[in-house]
């Protein structure tokens, strides 16, 4: 028997500090670290069940390949690997290494680390269609605040330990062991928390101040917020004299959003957007923390450049208890030139480094720019996760290769040609966050070694395969005002509240607030009378896994819709009725419940569930120009039956 110290990777980003007690090969106990500062030994349901998850009987254990009656048999390595290896061959020298394509998950620590050898194998092949699934999760964050201040990790900018005055936007942390006991050490500190969802989340009923907006009106408020600022003469005007570009365009386009437009356009009271602006604006150091509710609307791009520039601002950047900058060594600009931009999706948006991947099911279906004939998809499961459920099925059905690498058979895994049975971060040597607690299940393997196996039999060398070290990138976020020895790291060496480069992508070189683009505003509105949500966090899964897992399962066994008691009540309905649900993209029936924590007029659903898949909603024609996002968050749709 021993104890294993380790860092849980399952959500990715709140590293809760895990003891794991090993008997004979099994888990057999999961508890928290109590001596971890960050956490005192708190985990979330997946963190205490994390033994059930990869002791699971479901977890597939050998490579599978599927035959010409659709059926499923076990192979060995050799074989599954040869056949990949054959095939992926076979179509590059029909159609061009272009025609082959390599999709990844959610950024978990571990899968960052897997994705660098994937990415290794896709620069052999010699294809440009390398995709990860970060246009819903991270990247827009990334890119939005890129723009206007240069580096920024939107996970961990927020210097809360130090602020006075702490803003959540769009982020439910409820769920997330650190951030709770920080944000709640903050409240019984008796400091200022402002809370910016369209939900009462568990730290929105304890805030000072809780602007429950439409979803999608996020820029209109920052920039009606920027425009008080402003006229109060409550901005840092040296810093803004010293260190931006832009700002009397900016000045200009805040004062469009006077406080009866922006009320109009955000739902909220005007006295309210005052508040919360005089508050961020003095009781700082002020801090935001933008979470992944900003990422999935047609809009989020200006949407969070916007808020960038109130935090540049309101002098509230890259000071103790603001938002911190993080300096990436030898970069000088805020976008990586890539030349040539051959990947799908690159065409349609100019500031994607990668593939985009909901285009790259239209590329299955239509050739255009030109067709996706092979895949490799490892860590994701688009059929439940990507917008479009039908599209997405489609494309799946009319690939031609598909090789899949996951722990389990997923909705995703059924359409391919071959699965392979891959290790989780606890069961590698190669995970950072501590030592490897198991040995994977049956004969699966770590997927470094699945990809460099692949590599050999599709021919590539020894040499070519070798991978530089990535414990050192250098990227540091610690100290205050980097700028004065650094300036910014975008193309003035300036905050960019005006953005030439942006100008000459085609974008708006400004921040600028559009409808999402089904809004209640657009063709669809007069239709399709309430604003659908989707993707909101719950504790017992992350995205769509984990429902397999009997323990978790309970916790949450199906998904439902959910209205505002007042909206249910118009629409003359009540908790347990069963009601079908229509957007512009799809239907989608299951069981309604009220809470009186959703706005009103806005429906909500929870994504990942196979059985009521909440994306059959959302559309695939629509997409935010600079960041590729779907309007996951801010779409419509309408109530066209009732049942019991």
Not at 400 to 428: C, H, K, Q
């Amino acid at each position: 028997m021993k104890i294993v110290k380790t860092a849980c990777d399952i959500c990715g980003h709140a590293d809760c500090s895990l003891k794991i007690t090993v008997d004979s090969g099994r888990i057999i106990e999961v508890e928290g670290d109590k001596d971890d500062p960050r956490t005192r030994g708190d985990l979330c349901p997946q963190g205490l069940h994390i033994g059930d998850i990869t002791q699971s009987e479901e977890r597939l254990k050998k490579p599978l390949i599927k035959n010409s009656n659709d059926e499923w048999r076990p192979a060995s390595w050799d074989e599954a690997l040869s056949l990949a290896a054959k095939n992926l061959l076979s179509l590059k020298e029909k159609y061009g290494a272009k025609s082959i394509a390599i999709g990844s998950g959610y950024s978990r620590e571990h899968i960052q680390e897997v994705r660098r050898y994937y990415d290794k194998l896709g620069g052999l092949i010699g294809t440009p269609n390398l995709t990860v699934v970060d246009h819903t999760c991270s990247r827009p964050r990334k890119l939005g605040l890129s723009y206007v201040v240069g580096n920024m990790d939107p996970w961990r900018s927020a210097d809360v330990t130090n602020s006075n005055c702490l803003v959540l936007w769009g982020i439910n942390p409820a769920h997330d062991p650190p951030r709770i006991r920080t944000i709640t050490k903050l409240l019984e500190e008796g400091k200022t928390l402002i809370v910016v969802d369209p939900r009462k989340t568990p730290f929105a009923k304890k805030a000072d101040l809780h602007l429950q907006l439409r979803p999608g009106t996020d820029g209109a408020l920052a920039l009606s917020m920027i425009n008080v600022i402003v006229n109060e003469g409550l901005h840092d005007e040296d810093f803004i004299e010293r260190w931006t570009v832009g700002f009397d365009e900016l000045k200009e386009l805040a004062g469009r959003y006077p406080l009866d437009k922006a009320s109009k356009i955000t739902w909220l009271d005007e006295d309210d957007i005052i508040e919360a602006a005089k508050t961020y604006a003095t009781r700082g150091p002020s801090s935001i923390d933008l979470g992944n509710g900003l990422d999935q609307h047609t809009n989020n791009f200006q949407m969070i450049r916007a808020i960038a520039s109130l935090i540049a601002v309101s002098g509230n950047l890259d000071v103790p208890g603001g938002n911190l900058l993080t300096y990436q060594p030898n970069q000088t600009g805020h976008l990586v030139e890539r030349s040539p931009r051959e990947a799908i999706g690159q065409e349609r948006f100019p500031l994607a480094e990668r593939g985009h991947m909901p285009s790259f099911w239209r590329s299955i279906l239509t050739g255009e720019p030109y067709r996706i004939r092979g895949m490799i998809m490892y860590g994701t499961n688009p059929v439940l996760t990507d917008c479009d459920t039908k599209l997405v099925r489609e494309a799946l059905s009319e690939v031609e290769f598909l090789v899949v690498v996951d722990l389990f058979m997923t909705e995703t895994a059924r359409f391919a040609d071959i699965v392979l049975p891959a290790a989780s971060f606890l069961e590698t040597d190669s995970y950072r966050g501590g030592e490897k607690v198991l040995d994977p299940p049956g004969e699966a393997w770590p997927e470094e070694k699945i990809i460099l196996e692949l590599a050999r039999k599709m021919g590539y060398g020894e040499g070519e395969l070798v991978m530089e070290s990535s414990q050192a990138r250098g990227a540091t976020s610690s100290g205050y005002r980097k700028y004065l020895k650094n300036g910014f790291q975008t193309s003035s060496g300036k905050v960019e509240f005006y953005s030439e480069k942006l100008r000459k992508c085609g974008l708006s070189p400004l921040p600028e607030f559009v409808e999402p683009a089904e809004s209640p505003l657009s063709k669809w509105g007069a239709h399709y009378p309430l604003i659908l949500s989707t993707s909101a966090k719950v504790p017992m899964y992350t995205h769509s896994q984990f429902r397999n897992i009997p323990s978790l399962r309970k916790l949450m066994p199906e998904n439902y819709f959910t209205l505002n008691p007042a909206t249910a009540s118009h629409y003359m309905l009540k908790d347990g009725n069963r009601v079908t649900v229509e957007s512009p993209s799809g239907r989608l029936s299951g069981s309604l419940r009220t809470s009186s924590d959703l706005l009103e007029n806005v429906l909500q659903v929870y994504h990942g569930f196979s059985d009521m898949n909440a994306n059959t909603l959302v559309s695939s024609e629509y997409f935010d120009p600079g960041t590729g996002s779907p309007g996951m968050k801010s779409s419509l749709c309408r109530i066209v039956a009732v049942g019991n």
